[in-house]
């Protein structure tokens, strides 16, 4: 049986929001069994847990907002994205401010600050959503599905296709979460330097630089490093996929695809797979069938789903 999992003490960041611009402090404490992920912000004392039913649809970023409409927290998905791939189950995320700081654009200040706090098991099983049957959404041409998977994790394919001569079509697939650190935590977020001074006049991209970003210019990237990866920009879509799946509220256990899709559609996939109850059902994670149907006659599994 595999157990649940808090972080075995506190850990604090700051930093600046990617779009905002403001400087905000994030810490990451200790939570109990059956607690989920919940953000908290400080400045409002307004609680909000992560969950996809209290997002806000935005096509740049994963924004969530409380149940009383008063509170956001936006660009979730990179810690998100760093806590689905180290297994973390239940946390407080304490935030004196609207927006996730950008860090260096990608997932590993989270993912090397989690190890580095270590992780320690807790007294509940740990639970998750599996697959049972395709789910599938749409925009015009980008497309994201979930289907089953005979295996007992969430593996992750991304395609992006951008006329664009660093960067063209590519596609990568993390097979598992257990690669996460090597292979998808440092991909950082992309952008075009042609569209910096519009997203600004929107009010977007304050915070953005080539410190926390990779910046294309006509048919160059424009970061003194260059890329971490030769296909970067699709591994950072992978990493926005992990993140925003995440928000299942428990892990998923099946195959994601997406073609071009991006925050909007993951959110849409969300909403349609909990729209179909015989699309998933609640598992207990490492448990054989017959653990399983026990877990059901005794209540073990969540009353919604048992």
Not at 237 to 266: E, I, W
């Amino acid at each position: 049986m595999k157990k649940q999992k808090t972080l075995a003490k506190a850990i604090s960041f700051s930093g600046v929001g990617l779009h905002t611009g403001d400087e905000v402090t994030l810490t990451l404490k200790p939570a109990p069994v059956n607690h989920g992920i919940v953000f908290h912000r400080t400045d409002l004392n307004i609680s909000i847990p992560a969950h996809h039913a209290l997002v806000e649809p935005s096509p740049l970023c994963t924004t969530l907002v409380s149940l009383c409409g008063r509170a956001r927290v936006s660009t979730v998905e990179h810690l998100m994205s760093a806590l689905a791939g180290c297994r973390v189950d239940n946390l407080v995320v304490e935030i004196n401010g609207g927006e996730m700081p950008i860090m260096d654009g990608s997932a590993a200040p989270f993912v090397q600050a989690i190890i580095a706090a270590g992780l320690i098991p807790q007294a509940a099983q740990r639970r998750a959503y599996r697959i049972l049957r395709a789910v599938h959404v749409h925009d015009g041409d980008k497309t994201a599905s979930l289907l089953p998977s005979i295996s007992p994790d969430l593996s992750i394919t991304c395609r992006i296709d951008f006329n664009h001569a660093a960067i063209g079509a590519q596609t990568f697939t993390l097979a598992s979460l257990d690669d996460f650190g090597d292979l998808i935590a440092r991909a950082r977020t992309f952008g075009f330097e042609k569209d910096i001074a519009t997203l600004r006049k929107m009010g977007l991209a304050k915070g953005g630089s080539l410190d926390n970003a990779i910046v294309f210019g006509d048919t160059r990237v424009l970061n003194p490093e260059g890329m971490r990866y030769e296909n970067e920009c699709v591994r950072h879509k992978v990493l926005d996929a992990v993140g925003d799946l995440y928000l299942a509220g428990l892990p998923l256990v099946g195959d994601f695809y997406g073609y071009c899709s991006g925050h909007f559609l993951n959110y849409r996939l969300l909403t349609e797979l909990f729209a179909t109850p015989d699309a998933y059902e609640e598992i207990l994670c490492g448990a054989d069938e017959l653990t399983m149907d026990m877990a059901r006659e005794t209540g073990d599994l969540h009353p919604l789903w048992a």
